[in-house]
């Protein structure tokens, strides 16, 4: 097809054998037509084998699409030319949904903005609402390690396009060898690459603004099947979404969050098997979908819960009315100032006269704990969301690091259910004008073994109203009688995000050299100056 500037895009059309017109499926997407984000859904045949025309198209610059790729820039305007034409394809009745995730995902965004009469359904899965907040960066920093990979994956593909064979074998070996303390091979070899915008534009301005679904979609009213993992680096935006459509929205809005990674959406999760009912349904779910919205089939679906979570620890599928959870515990932060060296020094201790009063009696009440980062040793990342590789890990040999500090409840008398935003509230300074601080909540088997279930991130100035407040991975999980719940806490998380110097991120190689040795102290009195906020919840 050609757009309305006259650019050509190619896509593949996969057609079931039927001679009635049927409805269309639209994925747009970078990456090459011929994968269709089969690393996480079914064959578009497959689709086609339930009564529909699957069309799988190189968004523009990408695969065989002529024109220049430039980073969403042309998706709004490519997207309504491209539903009018799969609209009045032969065989079609001009009703169109769209599927797919990641770029796929916002590619259906950018394309329901335009309001396009044949656009009837959507199923955004693993997207940004905000591209700042819910992609680029997460609580003021950059999300180095996801960002990074993705610009060179893109940069790759862009050298092998244009058949430099000498840019594509550098970035090929750079992306199995992320360089991350040597970013400039980006700058390099891809001048033109998104990433550099997005590092100079640090703050929430225009610039986001104007590149945002968010601030385009305002006007829009589609059924939408929001779809999210707990581990996807991208949940923030698939929330944001869905909340935001769910309160204005008079059209069904769906939500199913698993427990995968960005891909694969198994039941295998880092180091955990959550088990067979962690399979992805997606496919299935998805056909039911557009069966009721694009063949106005009476599926049922339109009397079932809106919301599925899958809930961790139980390894079980919920469903809820909302997800407005306002039943929070707090834990209050106590130590006797080892945290960063004994694992008996850092308290947990529940807001409750019963429980403080159990708390071990050689806790000094207003003591802090001092915790040191060190530009040569920083905290490494492992699993979460925003590393790589995702998902849950046992991080014991991370919590024996002296550069983390640890604070562990006592034994659970009963499970505890959460679901929904956890919140770590620290009262910390530091010693220099810029700071980090990440936050890593987990679960403590009675052998010692530690596994994460969330986590979350802050970019601090010295400047950063106190109590610093961390917004951790929205979650729901299930911890276990006899577990206990540990906090770790730390100023680093690399390269998961860029390191801070002391004076900002070390985006480059001089700021890395500049690079200053940071000391946090963390008043822990066990008042509640520092403290967890956990969404509890209480089921039959």
Same mark, same amino acid.
């Given at each position: 097809?050609?757009?309305?500037?006259?650019?050509?895009?190619?896509?593949?059309?996969?057609?079931?054998?039927?001679?009635?017109?049927?409805?269309?499926?639209?994925?747009?997407?970078?990456?090459?037509?011929?994968?269709?984000?089969?690393?996480?859904?079914?064959?578009?045949?497959?689709?086609?084998?339930?009564?529909?025309?699957?069309?799988?198209?190189?968004?523009?610059?990408?695969?065989?699409?002529?024109?220049?790729?430039?980073?969403?820039?042309?998706?709004?305007?490519?997207?309504?030319?491209?539903?009018?034409?799969?609209?009045?394809?032969?065989?079609?009745?001009?009703?169109?949904?769209?599927?797919?995730?990641?770029?796929?995902?916002?590619?259906?965004?950018?394309?329901?903005?335009?309001?396009?009469?044949?656009?009837?359904?959507?199923?955004?899965?693993?997207?940004?609402?905000?591209?700042?907040?819910?992609?680029?960066?997460?609580?003021?920093?950059?999300?180095?390690?996801?960002?990074?990979?993705?610009?060179?994956?893109?940069?790759?593909?862009?050298?092998?396009?244009?058949?430099?064979? +000498?840019?594509?074998?550098?970035?090929?070996?750079?992306?199995?060898?992320?360089?991350?303390?040597?970013?400039?091979?980006?700058?390099?070899?891809?001048?033109?690459?998104?990433?550099?915008?997005?590092?100079?534009?640090?703050?929430?301005?225009?610039?986001?603004?104007?590149?945002?679904?968010?601030?385009?979609?305002?006007?829009?009213?589609?059924?939408?099947?929001?779809?999210?993992?707990?581990?996807?680096?991208?949940?923030?935006?698939?929330?944001?979404?869905?909340?935001?459509?769910?309160?204005?929205?008079?059209?069904?809005?769906?939500?199913?969050?698993?427990?995968?990674?960005?891909?694969?959406?198994?039941?295998?999760?880092?180091?955990?098997?959550?088990?067979?009912?962690?399979?992805?349904?997606?496919?299935?779910?998805?056909?039911?979908?557009?069966?009721?919205?694009?063949?106005?089939?009476?599926?049922?679906?339109?009397?079932?819960?809106?919301?599925?979570?899958?809930?961790?620890?139980?390894?079980?599928?919920?469903?809820?009315?909302?997800?407005?959870?306002?039943?929070?515990?707090?834990?209050?932060?106590?130590?006797?100032?080892?945290?960063?060296?004994?694992?008996?020094?850092?308290?947990?201790?529940?807001?409750?006269?019963?429980?403080?009063?159990?708390?071990?009696?050689?806790?000094?009440?207003?003591?802090?704990?001092?915790?040191?980062?060190?530009?040569?040793?920083?905290?490494?990342?492992?699993?979460?969301?925003?590393?790589?590789?995702?998902?849950?890990?046992?991080?014991?040999?991370?919590?024996?690091?002296?550069?983390?500090?640890?604070?562990?409840?006592?034994?659970?008398?009963?499970?505890?259910?959460?679901?929904?935003?956890?919140?770590?509230?620290?009262?910390?300074?530091?010693?220099?004008?810029?700071?980090?601080?990440?936050?890593?909540?987990?679960?403590?088997?009675?052998?010692?073994?530690?596994?994460?279930?969330?986590?979350?991130?802050?970019?601090?100035?010295?400047?950063?109203?106190?109590?610093?407040?961390?917004?951790?991975?929205?979650?729901?999980?299930?911890?276990?009688?006899?577990?206990?719940?540990?906090?770790?806490?730390?100023?680093?998380?690399?390269?998961?995000?860029?390191?801070?110097?002391?004076?900002?991120?070390?985006?480059?190689? +001089?700021?890395?050299?500049?690079?200053?040795?940071?000391?946090?102290?963390?008043?822990?009195?066990?008042?509640?100056?520092?403290?967890?906020?956990?969404?509890?919840?209480?089921?039959?």
């Amino acid at each position: 097809m050609y757009t309305r500037d006259g650019v050509r895009l190619d896509a593949d059309i996969y057609r079931p054998d039927a001679t009635e017109n049927l409805p269309v499926l639209l994925m747009r997407q970078p990456y090459g037509r011929a994968i269709a984000s089969t690393v996480v859904y079914a064959h578009p045949s497959w689709y086609a084998g339930h009564g529909y025309i699957v069309v799988v198209q190189d968004v523009r610059g990408r695969g065989t699409s002529a024109g220049e790729f430039k980073l969403f820039a042309h998706e709004i305007a490519d997207g309504e030319d491209t539903i009018y034409w799969a609209a009045h394809l032969p065989g079609s009745n001009g009703k169109v949904g769209m599927y797919g995730f990641s770029y796929q995902g916002m590619t259906q965004l950018y394309a329901a903005a335009a309001k396009p009469s044949a656009l009837k359904t959507i199923c955004p899965a693993m997207i940004a609402y905000d591209l700042y907040t819910d992609w680029a960066y997460e609580g003021g920093a950059f999300c180095l390690q996801t960002n990074l990979a993705w610009a060179i994956q893109l940069a790759t593909e862009t050298a092998r396009l244009r058949g430099d064979q +000498t840019a594509y074998q550098a970035l090929f070996a750079a992306f199995r060898n992320l360089p991350v303390n040597n970013p400039e091979v980006l700058q390099q070899l891809a001048p033109e690459s998104f990433y550099h915008e997005w590092v100079a534009h640090p703050q929430p301005n225009t610039y986001w603004e104007e590149l945002s679904p968010k601030y385009h979609l305002q006007a829009v009213d589609l059924p939408m099947f929001h779809i999210g993992g707990w581990f996807d680096t991208y949940l923030r935006g698939t929330l944001h979404l869905y909340k935001d459509m769910a309160a204005r929205s008079t059209k069904p809005q769906h939500l199913l969050v698993a427990p995968w990674i960005h891909l694969p959406w198994s039941r295998k999760v880092g180091e955990v098997d959550f088990g067979a009912k962690a399979g992805s349904p997606v496919d299935r779910m998805q056909i039911r979908w557009f069966d009721q919205f694009l063949k106005e089939a009476d599926t049922g679906l339109l009397q079932e819960s809106s919301i599925c979570l899958f809930e961790m620890g139980s390894n079980i599928w919920r469903t809820f009315p909302s997800l407005n959870i306002a039943n929070q515990k707090s834990y209050f932060l106590s130590t006797t100032g080892l945290a960063s060296i004994r694992e008996d020094s850092g308290t947990l201790i529940q807001n409750s006269s019963t429980e403080r009063s159990r708390s071990p009696k050689s806790k000094i009440q207003n003591s802090f704990d001092a915790l040191v980062h060190d530009p040569w040793r920083p905290a490494p990342s492992l699993g979460g969301h925003a590393a790589i590789p995702a998902g849950v890990f046992e991080r014991s040999h991370i919590d024996g690091r002296s550069d983390v500090l640890t604070y562990t409840s006592q034994p659970l008398i009963e499970d505890l259910h959460l679901l929904g935003d956890v919140v770590v509230e620290i009262d910390c300074t530091a010693d220099q004008p810029s700071y980090d601080v990440c936050a890593v909540l987990s679960e403590l088997h009675p052998d010692g073994r530690v596994f994460n279930f969330t986590q979350g991130y802050v970019h601090c100035q010295r400047e950063t109203p106190i109590p610093i407040k961390i917004q951790l991975q929205t979650t729901c999980v299930r911890i276990a009688k006899g577990n206990a719940l540990r906090l770790s806490l730390s100023a680093a998380c690399f390269p998961a995000y860029a390191m801070n110097s002391g004076n900002g991120a070390v985006m480059n190689s +001089t700021q890395l050299l500049n690079a200053q040795i940071i000391t946090l102290t963390v008043s822990c009195s066990g008042d509640g100056s520092s403290q967890i906020l956990l969404p509890v919840i209480s089921l039959p």
